[in-house]
């Protein structure tokens, strides 16, 4: 049952800013027009009452909800224990809680006011609560909340806690609760059905270094670091256990987060650690909290590989050697998980998380799954497994094993993978440091999973759950109710998880979520673990300066709002928001630097010695930020940064971060050719030289040519003027024609002032013939004690206006668009098509955000035509118009894709087509078809020196 419209969702995001995307029912001022019942009213609090009988979550839960009512309005309200048998003593008013079944006392409110719950009996956490007028003897009025389950209730809980002003991470991103002095729920009240996905949770996993050493210096007397293998796979076994900080006090704290984002499952941190056997407390406190436990994907019945099997199994990790001994291993987990709610993993992988070692792998999984449905079969005493939720996971090879026919039982959920982790270990390299996954994609991904009813489990792969709250969380609210979100609104997502988190007005909550989008954007072109030097081009379209200032911009506007907020709000800000965008600008910014270090002491320029110190002060800096993170709030967050991200040289973490190699030039030196150099935009040479770039010849090089075209998108090409070593020298720069407009004619170099831009134009075009016109810059140098250097730069403007029909250029520019000759490109966002013609009630859709500049598309609803195919030139189609003015007869066509697997199946690969004018179609399967489940594309081949893990 979905219950929201957008309608409801702009409601909230214009009245409310305490709770993202849900249904609101909590007020802060009394109204007689909206009847509504008070929480807190003039400094006296409602009690609250839940029956002994209900479960033992319910409890909890309630225990927090008044704790927090406290948190927004500093008045604890009475909780208490009451039976329907022992009856409310004397209270006008009353807030009653519990699950429909199990409490005595609801079950009496029920029978007393008739009140309607057939909306909700027998269904899946699902809740209703509304006020109701005389429900037991000597209460007049009371908010009933009723949960048809466990879970139920408890969301209901969970759920006005947030209204209230109590963010579901209060505790784990220390955001600051909302006061106020009173609080009203409307008297018609909140409630909500069925969840969209029935089991939805996450993966504490690869949780070495960070949440490790937190953990262990938190939860343990132990030292705040924890010395084992780099992905944990050695144990620290000790006679006491595993020797994991991962014990029940912080399981509870993650057990109540999970709760308040409504998720209900949870795959315990593995890679030191044994769940069960870290603290023989985290087991039952799992299923009091109401949480459903589960194992990895590489972790079958409930038992832990490695740690369990390392400390209790005999023998080695082999089927067909060593059946029994395993067997008897499985047999003991299920024992121990039987009276807790759990959904078990079936099937196997290899010690390690590596394919199994099996003479005939299809046939021993066969063997294997077979003999775990009997081990259900006897632990549970049934004949009918089919009650006991498992679910088995197509990870790697072993979605391999599946297409080649592989099958288990019905009623197994197919956990179907894909690179929508937050967070990941894997080949070609690892990223686990900060966010660098866009909204917008989890969105497209998983709105394809609920078209597709895979709604049955979501499991995210959150590594050490820091520094990925909002990711989680919006994974959470899509897994709760699709229905309310949609390409459009993920940005008011943000929004109103800004206004919630930072107590902001509308505005500047917008400007957060433009923050978030452009960071979680700028980190998804290229995950900060591999990016290197030369990622962004040095010389061409001015990419690496434009992602500079891109980095700066976003750090002023983010470092604007963390200055105007409140001392006790910015803590939660620095760790939500201000901390992955500075640390993401530092990183980037010191890789490109080094970059243009490198290439500037090719050039022979005595700036290289800047950028240097630069990138050196960067380096320094980005360990300063992590410091910050670590002592913020008296060292509540210490190892929390920890990761290692700077110095990748394969899929593995780094040990240590190692700063890009920078180079020096000797600054007591003149560069052999002279005081001056010049470089033009697009060229790694400079002038005067010999050098490879200068010219093929490699010496006797000519003067360097730059082209002027009238469409070239900044209108203008610039040439640097640098210093070649330590002798101050004044220059000018004269040109023989009146067209040109040159930026700056002269200035003074020396070593406080290296660099100068100056950039060249055609000041109008229309004084030009068509073709090419041919113009001389010389740049003189004069220093004293030295003869003066002429460097002349030769200036060729294409004007090729005439050739664009003026129809053409007469539109809109946005979505026609001419080719710069001398770039030789044209470039268009996807979303500037001219046209968009539908088949079959299908067009193509913007997709917000989505991407590395703008946008994205796709065709739209997704599922239209019945999901038929169309073959090519037949679908819907967009049109791009654009014109070419150079001589060219191989026009080459760059698509940007967003990654996907192709979840059509094999018979049905993606795929686009593209026409040029009438030339005949052409399809592009875009899928590498050498990609073989757990393999990866050959053209990734130059990364993959390792294997996946
Ligand atoms: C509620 O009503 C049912 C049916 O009349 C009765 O069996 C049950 O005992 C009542 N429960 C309570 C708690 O009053
Ligand atoms: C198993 O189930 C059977 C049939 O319901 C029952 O007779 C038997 O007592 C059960 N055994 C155990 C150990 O509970
Ligand atoms: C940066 O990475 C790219 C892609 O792997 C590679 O081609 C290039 O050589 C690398 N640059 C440097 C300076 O290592
Ligand atoms: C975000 O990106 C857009 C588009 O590139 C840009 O116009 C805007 O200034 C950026 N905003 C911030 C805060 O970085
Ligand atoms: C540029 O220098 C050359 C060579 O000295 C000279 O012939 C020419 O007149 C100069 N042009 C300008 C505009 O100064």
Request: net charge negative; hydrophobic share 40%; glycine share 6%.
């Amino acid at each position: 049952m979905r219950t929201f419209s957008l309608t409801s969702f702009c409601f909230l995001l214009v009245r409310h800013v305490s709770a993202i995307g849900q249904t609101t029912c909590a007020v802060f001022q009394s109204s007689s027009q909206d009847f509504t019942f008070p929480v807190v009213q003039n400094g006296i609090a409602t009690p609250v009452f839940v029956s002994p009988d209900d479960w033992p979550g319910v409890q909890i839960a309630a225990s927090n909800f008044v704790a927090d009512i406290e948190r927004v309005t500093q008045i604890l309200p009475s909780l208490s224990n009451v039976s329907a048998s022992e009856g409310i003593a004397k209270s006008t008013t009353a807030i009653i809680v519990g699950t429909l079944g199990q409490s005595s006392l609801i079950e009496q409110v029920v029978n007393t006011t008739n009140l309607d719950v057939s909306s909700i009996r027998g269904l899946w956490e699902s809740f209703i609560g509304q006020e109701v007028a005389n429900p037991l003897p000597g209460v007049d009025s009371a908010y009933v909340i009723i949960g048809s389950d466990k879970r139920g209730t408890i969301f209901a809980l969970y759920d006005l806690s947030e209204q209230f002003g109590v963010s579901p991470w209060y505790w784990w991103a220390d955001v600051v609760p909302t006061e106020h002095s009173e609080l009203f729920l409307m008297s018609s009240g909140c409630s909500h059905g069925e969840p969209t996905v029935q089991y939805r949770g996450i993966f504490l996993n690869d949780e070495q270094p960070a949440l490790t050493n937190w953990a262990q210096q938190k939860y343990t007397n132990l030292p705040g670091l924890f010395i084992g293998g780099a992905m944990g796979t050695e144990t620290p076994a000790n006679a006491s256990g595993t020797g994991s900080p991962f014990q029940s006090e912080f399981y509870s704290q993650v057990f109540e987060l999970l709760l308040r984002l409504k998720g209900n499952y949870l795959w315990p941190a593995q890679w030191n650690s044994a769940f069960c056997v870290d603290d023989p407390l985290n087991q039952p406190l799992a299923d009091l909290y109401g949480v459903v436990m589960g194992t990895s994907h590489e972790e079958p019945m409930m038992r832990s590989i490695p740690v369990e099997w390392t400390l209790f199994g005999d023998g080695i990790w082999d089927y067909d050697v060593n059946a029994q001994n395993i067997h008897n291993f499985w047999v003991l987990g299920v024992e121990r998980a039987r009276p807790y709610e759990g959904v078990f993993s079936i099937g196997m992988r290899g010690d390690g998380d590596l394919p199994i070692d099996a003479v005939n792998p299809i046939g021993t999984l066969e063997t294997i799954i077979a003999d775990q449905r009997q081990i259900f079969a006897d632990i549970f005493n049934t004949t009918d497994v089919t009650t006991i939720p498992q679910m088995w996971t197509l990870y790697e090879e072993v979605e391999g094993y599946y297409e080649e026919g592989l099958t288990v039982p019905d009623d197994v959920v197919l956990l179907w993978t894909d690179d929508e982790h937050v967070d990941m270990v894997a080949s070609p390299r690892d990223y686990k440091w900060v966010t660098s996954t866009q909204l917008s994609k989890l969105y497209e991904q998983l709105s394809l999973c609920v078209i597709r009813d895979a709604v049955r489990i979501w499991m995210l792969n959150v590594g050490d759950l820091k520094p990925y709250e909002r990711e989680i969380e919006f994974w959470m609210a899509l897994s709760w109710d699709s229905s309310v979100w949609n390409p459009d609104n993920v940005d008011g997502f943000v929004t109103a998880w800004a206004q919630r988190e930072f107590k902001l007005d509308t505005s500047d909550a917008q400007t957060v979520a433009e923050v978030v989008a452009n960071l979680t954007r700028y980190n998804a072109r290229r995950k900060p673990e591999l990016l290197n030097t030369t990622t962004y081009s040095l010389v061409n379209y001015r990419e690496a300066d434009r992602v500079v200032e891109a980095w700066d911009t976003l750090a002023n506007v983010s470092t604007k709002i963390y200055n105007q907020l409140a001392s006790d709000i910015q803590p939660s800000f620095f760790e939500l928001v201000q901390h992955p965008v500075l640390a993401s600008q530092t990183l980037g910014k010191m890789l490109i630097f080094a970059g243009q270090n490198n290439l500037r002491a090719s050039q022979a320029r005595l700036s290289t010695n800047e950028l240097a110190e630069q990138v050196q002060e960067l380096f320094e800096k980005d360990h300063d930020l992590e410091v910050e993170f670590h002592t913020l709030l008296d060292g509540k967050w210490d190892h929390m940064m920890d990761q290692t991200h700077v110095g990748y040289a394969y899929w593995q973490q780094p040990m240590t971060n190692t700063m890009p190699a920078v180079n020096r030039v000797q600054s007591r030196k003149q560069a052999l050719p002279g005081v001056m150099r010049i470089i033009p935009e697009g060229s790694y040479g400079a002038w005067p030289g010999d050098d490879m770039f200068d010219c093929a010849q490699q010496f006797n090089c000519p003067a360097p040519t730059v082209l002027l075209d009238p469409f070239n998108p900044f209108g203008n090409v610039y040439i640097d003027v640098g210093s070649g070593g330590p002798v101050p020298f004044t220059w000018s720069a004269t040109s023989n024609v009146s067209w040109l407009s040159v930026s700056t004619t002269n200035g003074s170099q020396s070593p406080s002032s290296t660099e100068n831009r100056v950039f060249i134009s055609v000041s109008d075009w229309s004084q030009l013939d068509a073709g090419s016109t041919l113009a001389q810059i010389n740049f003189t140098a004069v220093a004293s004690n030295q003869s003066d250097l002429l460097v002349p730069v030769m200036v060729e403007a294409q004007n090729t206006l005439p050739q664009v029909p003026s129809d053409f250029t007469g539109q809109s520019l946005r979505i026609c668009f001419v080719e710069s000759s001398s770039l030789g490109v044209v470039s268009f966002e996807a979303a500037h098509f001219a046209r968009n013609t539908s088949v079959a009630g299908i067009s193509w859709k913007v997709l917000p955000g989505l991407g590395r500049t703008l946008s994205s598309i796709t065709p739209w609803p997704r599922d239209g035509d019945n999901g038929a195919n169309f073959s090519a030139g037949t679908g819907p189609s967009v049109e791009y118009d654009f014109f070419v003015v150079s001589n060219i007869t191989n026009l080459t066509v760059v698509t940007r894709l967003s990654p996907s697997l192709n979840a059509n199946g094999p018979d049905r690969p993606l795929a686009y087509a593209l026409q040029l004018n009438s030339q005949p179609i052409q399809t592009s399967y875009f899928i590498p078809p050498d990609s073989t489940p757990g393999g990866e594309p050959l053209a990734w081949g130059a990364l993959t020196d390792s294997p996946q893990t």
